[in-house]
């Protein structure tokens, strides 16, 4: 099986925590490996998070990985949806 | 047996209604301070709304209170602090019951704007509130404002600025509220997205286009973005489906002047057609400096809902048990006395004739006092007026970074139910502008020596036959070279005339003077203030400016306290009967002793004191037929209207009585210079003079006249 790394979103996908949230992605994308995004606690998102996210997941693409996720939660799809950045973020 | 609900229903809205203004009441006492007995009068009132609409089965209005008691229940037991945010929230809530309760009434369809703001509430009791929905519930209650229209899509372009983000203004949650108007279609533009290496997670790179298929009109898309207006490019415009429409769809600017002219509404209520709306952003660095702008916008949508409100609830008026038992008494006297005269008439000889005489005197009595006390059932403490004004004060000068102490006086005073609900937005409004251009910021306040809280001072007094409203505030006060110097730009007086003090100040009031430039130049009183004197007038009432530089400014209304019933004075002319509101007569005099000039061809004046006052004929006016009589015969009137006077020839005066006043328009037509019509003793129909509308009518005909004569 492939390896992958897995980023914990958190409850909160906001701009209260991009900051941190960035940090770490950029932890993430040092390994140079397929990223799962664990997003079922989301209860919270917002643009800003939504924004780094998507920035994150051209990063790891322009790599040549692929960003998953795991068990997006409803905030996060709904959150997403009324952005427009469902397709985007491979939310569909 | 089934019970027919729907005919307390009526009942039960005034009393939600007031149970809402207890609530708001109470709410601003308790910021004030907490106290368990604010918070128990909130409780029940919540309580009483929210029994009477389950047993009404207006579910979501109890729903809603269910929620809402339960927040209160926490207060009340203190496991909940009263903090601001929660008063802020409760009184949004009762902004958003309101709009419930009034959409209930008149039988529309309550939406789903209420909706978030019990989601809301059920997070709050969860302790999982986040911070900005705060906003989202502002705005979700207005969404109760619009209007169905029968419109194709909006489109919207959102291009909001890079510092969004941080000023906590959140597009998610703009979005989710125009969603609750309609199918909305979101297209997010992310070209401007950086690299992940150079992104700032703080900012904000995206910019949208959104396509909302919505009948809402267009200000309350406006209201959404609301907080975001100068920090943002936004186009709003109907999607284009038929020339029509095209040709409607003309950008227009979104400025500062625009925003003034849509909080004049709150007395003119003029409806604007749709249009497109384009906003531009301030300059970037100023976001703080802003803010009052936006946020004064945001005091006119409390209006449009109490307007409702005002309109569905004067179909009824509650009155005091004790009123209603005084009518009765005295109906029980009227009954005595007139079967005490019948008696009297059925074996009247000439011994009982002074008998006669006080039965007809006491009959006289009884009437008068039943008439003043079927009046006084009309008659409301203004306090329903003023207790509307805490609320916005608190708002608009938390809004604007001022300290203002208001203080209310004399709210028990009575007047006319009709006469209050016209003065409410001419009232809101002067409050409204003392606010925003009167009172100072407390920095000017302090580098002026004065005490860093303004205070304004509504007070209400009966004086004569008059309500006088005073608005007092001890802000900058007006100065009148400025006025003046504004008045000769706008071309509303010739350069070098000599007019006293406070009519230059009344010059504020002038239609001509009333634009958003005078406003920004003079710092204020300029806005709406035409809008203002002319409601006043309207009613019969008249409003003077006294105004001290740098000490503050009174504004004082005289209104009459009722619209139905004047004093008038009766006088003849030739061989009719007018009547003339004794308010407005100064004097009368013999015209044989009157110092008579003529001035202008033919035009008469009369020199009262130190003034020329012109006369004007009523028999020539109202082209009355009569037979020539002696020039030194009859009267002059010296009568007076808004400042300005004219004299009234008259054959003679008659009695003064109270006359009731009939609309002419309403079974004539209206008639310039007569303000209605009553019905004398005897059955003839005789005519309301109106001074101001006389002094007008004459002056056009002389104007007529001198054309004529040319």
Known sequence: ?92 | MEIDLSQFHQVFFEESFEGLDTMEQELLHLEAGSDLENINTIFRAAHSIKGGSATFSFKEIADFTHVLETLLDEMREGSRPVTREVVDLLLKSVDCLRGMLTRTQKEEDMGDSHIELINYFNELLSGEAPQEKDDAVEQEVNLSLSEPQDQSPWTIKFVPESYILETGNEPLRMFRELKAFGALDVKANLEKVPDFDELKAEECYMSWDLSLDSEIEIEAIKEVFEWVEDDCVLEIARQEKTETQAEQNTQEELTAEAFDTDSEAVVEKTKKADKPVKSQPAEQDKPASSQPQQKLVSVKKDVPPKTEKKTAASASIRVGIDKVDTLIDLVGELVITQSMLGELGENFDMSKLNQLISGLSELEQNTRELQESVMRIRMLPIGFVFNRLPRMVRDLSSQLGKKVNLEIKGESTELDKTVMEQIGDPLTHLVRNALDHGIESVEKRVEQGKDEEGTLILNAFHQGGNIVIEVVDDGGGIDPDIIYEKAVDKGLIQPGTDIPRDHILSLIMEPGFSTAEIVSDVSGRGVGMDVVKRNINNLGGSVEIHSELGQGTTFTIRLPLTLAILDGQLIKVANEVFVLPLVSIIESVPLTMAEISTIAGDMKVYKLHDEYVPIIDLKDEFEIKHELTNVSDGLLAIVEGENRRIALRIDELLGQQQVVIKSLESHYKSIQGVSGATILGDGRVSLILDIVGLAKRASERASRKRERVA
């Not at chain 1, 979103?9 to 390994?31: F, H, P, Q, V």
């Not at chain 1, 780094?52 to 996720?69: D, M, N, P």
């Open chain 1, 1 to 92: 099986m492939a390896k992958k790394t897995s980023v914990s979103l958190g409850a909160a996908l906001d701009i209260m925590n991009a900051s941190s949230l960035k940090t770490r992605l950029e932890t993430a994308l040092a390994k140079d490996l397929p990223v799962v995004l664990v997003s079922d606690k989301i209860e919270r998102a917002d643009s800003a998070g939504l924004q780094l996210i998507y920035a994150f997941i051209k990063k790891v693409e322009q790599r040549g990985h692929t960003v998953s996720w795991q068990k997006p939660s409803d905030t996060l799809k709904q959150s997403s949806e009324i952005l427009g950045l469902s397709k985007q973020l491979y939310l569909v």
